[in-house]
C-alpha cells in the first residue's frame, strides 16, 4: 500500500484489455504504484518458440517485471502460471 515502485506488465492487445480493470484496483490499494502497461507481440517472422524471444529479452533485462500471454513453450529460467484459459 505504500510502495513508489515502477512496475511494469507486458501483454498482447487481448490480455492488455482484461488487466486493466486489475490494474484499477491496484492502484485504489497502493496509489504511489506505477503500473506500466507495455504491448507484447510475437515476431511474425519467426516460429514458436522463438516468436516470443522479443518478451524473454524485455524480462532479462528487467524492462518488464511480467509477461501475460500465450506463450506455448517458456524457457526454463522463468515461472509460469495459467491465468485462464479460453
Known sequence: ???TRVFAIGAPDGAS??????LAAVRE???GLDLRL???LPAPAREPPGNW???WADLDA???DLAVGSFGEIPARFAA??????
Not at 17 to 22: A, D, I, K, Q, S
Open 62 to 64: 528487467r524492462a518488464i
Open 81 to 86: 502460471t495459467p491465468l485462464r484459459e479460453e
Open 29 to 31: 490499494v497502493a496509489p
Open 1 to 3: 500500500a505504500t510502495t
Open 53 to 55: 524471444d522479443a518478451a
Open 17 to 22: 484489455g482484461t488487466l486493466l480493470p486489475l
Open 38 to 40: 507495455r504491448q507484447l
